[in-house]
T-cell receptor
Framework: NAGVTQTPKFQVLKTGQSMTLQCAQDMNHNSMYWYRQDPGMGLRLIYYSASEGTTDKGEVPNGYNVSRLNKREFSLRLESAAPSQTSVYFC?????????????FGPGTRLTVT | KNEVEQSPQNLTAQEGEFITINCSYSVGISALHWLQQHPGGGIVSLFMLSSGKKKHGRLIATINIQEKHSSLHITASHPRDSAVYICAVTFGNEKLTFGTGTRLTIIP
């Protein structure tokens, strides 16, 4: 099993460009998450999907959209990238959305917006 | 405000030393997680606990619910333990709130 995979691993965008970060999991998990990690700060939740067909905002959703394409895939879209979105983005999944469930993380995407 | 604080921020120790990393949180929680982030960036879950103590190999995690405090211990530390260790908790909203991490460096 590959676990949680993310593409791309690295990306450089110019301000105003758009892109989609892809995430897929092969563990038949119901819940999926997008986080961003910035220096000196803890991981922060951008959006999550508790189950296929549902998505909800997290702590820092502005400037992002998500799509839960199917049970396996959860994508994050930046419509008009800004330098403040320079960060490392992690996708994660868990069997359920409550506190009892361990989260499994992808390898991350390092995004730079110039 | 629901907060998670870790200490120390950075820790350097000699190989073989006993390591303790601390995590405190502001209000009652449902569960506490310890995660390890490798120098390459990958994040791995080490423990999930809501009471007592768990042990896996040389790693031990404890939690004191009354004091709102958890510790991660590493016995007989090794250079391969060098990583960032992250504490995360679930408050009432059932979403993870993360600490800023403790960067551990073990010198041979």
């Amino acid at each position: 099993n590959a676990g949680v995979t993310q593409t791309p691993k690295f990306q450089v965008l110019k301000t105003g460009q758009s892109m989609t970060l892809q995430c897929a999991q092969d563990m038949n998990h119901n819940s999926m998450y997008w986080y961003r990690q910035d220096p000196g700060m803890g991981l922060r939740l951008i959006y999550y999907s508790a189950s296929e067909g549902t998505t909800d905002k997290g702590e820092v959703p502005n400037g992002y959209n998500v799509s839960r394409l199917n049970k396996r895939e959860f994508s994050l879209r930046l419509e008009s990238a800004a330098p403040s979105q320079t960060s490392v983005y992690f996708c994660a999944s868990s069997a359920g959305s409550g506190s009892r469930y361990e989260q499994y993380f992808g390898p991350g995407t390092r995004l730079t917006v110039t | 405000k629901n907060e998670v604080e870790q200490s120390p921020q950075n820790l350097t120790a000699q190989e073989g030393e006993f390591i303790t990393i601390n995590c405190s949180y502001s209000v009652g929680i449902s569960a506490l997680h310890w995660l390890q982030q490798h120098p390459g960036g990958g994040i791995v879950s080490l423990f999930m606990l809501s009471s007592g103590k768990k042990k896996h190999g040389r790693l031990i995690a404890t939690i004191n619910i009354q004091e709102k405090h958890s510790s991660l211990h590493i016995t007989a530390s090794h250079p391969r333990d060098s990583a960032v260790y992250i504490c995360a908790v679930t408050f009432g909203n059932e979403k993870l709130t993360f600490g800023t991490g403790t960067r551990l460096t073990i010198i041979p």
